[in-house]
């Protein structure tokens, strides 16, 4: 079995006015998230949200502005998902960006990663995520796309 690395990214994709694009996971009832993946390789971590973009939604990221927060978080893996890792591993390291969009386009999911999509503005979907560092960086959402 290949392991995931314990380095991922949380891309936000959105439009000009915050509409926020969520996904709901296949694996885990009611789960709406971000675009999410772990680094492959020794690729850059752009070039990981853009992949990652590309493989969740159908949409090509280098159409479109992709803002690197150049900010992570550390968190404890959820058990579910441990298993994807390293024996040992606990903690992944995310790293944040933002991909704006002009309008909510259309969306290709991924059937063995999601079975859903939404798009909602930035506080409902920071209501509505699971993971607590996909709310944070929801609620930064509007000072970061402003600078």
Same mark, same amino acid.
């Given at each position: ?7 991922? &990214? %949380? &891309?936000? @994709? ?15 009832? =009611? ?5 999410? !993946?772990?680094?492959? !390789?020794? +690729?850059?971590?752009?070039?990981? *949200?853009?992949?990652?973009? *590309?493989?969740?939604? !159908?949409?090509? /990221? !280098? ?12 968190? +404890?893996?959820? $058990? @579910? ?7 040992? &591993? ?10 704006? &969009?002009? #309008? $909510? @386009? #259309?969306?290709? %999911? ?9 798009? %909602?503005?930035?506080? *409902?979907? *920071?209501? /509505? ?7 944070? #960086? ?7 796309? #402003? =600078?």
């Amino acid at each position: 079995m290949t392991y995931k690395q314990p380095v991922s &990214v %949380l &891309v936000l @994709i959105h439009t000009r006015d915050l509409r926020v694009l969520l996904l709901e996971r296949n694996d885990f009832a =009611n789960a709406w998230q971000s675009v999410t !993946g772990s680094r492959e !390789g020794e +690729e850059h971590l752009s070039d990981t *949200a853009r992949r990652e973009v *590309a493989e969740e939604t !159908g949409i090509d /990221a !280098g159409l479109y502005t992709l803002r690197d927060w150049q900010c992570c978080t550390d968190f +404890e893996i959820y $058990e @579910i998902w441990r298993h994807r890792y390293p024996p040992g &591993v606990t903690t992944n390291t995310e790293h944040v960006f933002s991909l704006e &969009v002009p #309008a $909510e @386009i #259309a969306v290709r %999911l991924a059937p063995r990663e999601h079975r859903r999509f939404q798009w %909602l503005d930035w506080h *409902a979907a *920071a209501e /509505a995520v699971f993971s607590p560092s996909n709310a944070e #960086a929801l609620r930064q959402l509007p000072q970061r796309i #402003a =600078n």
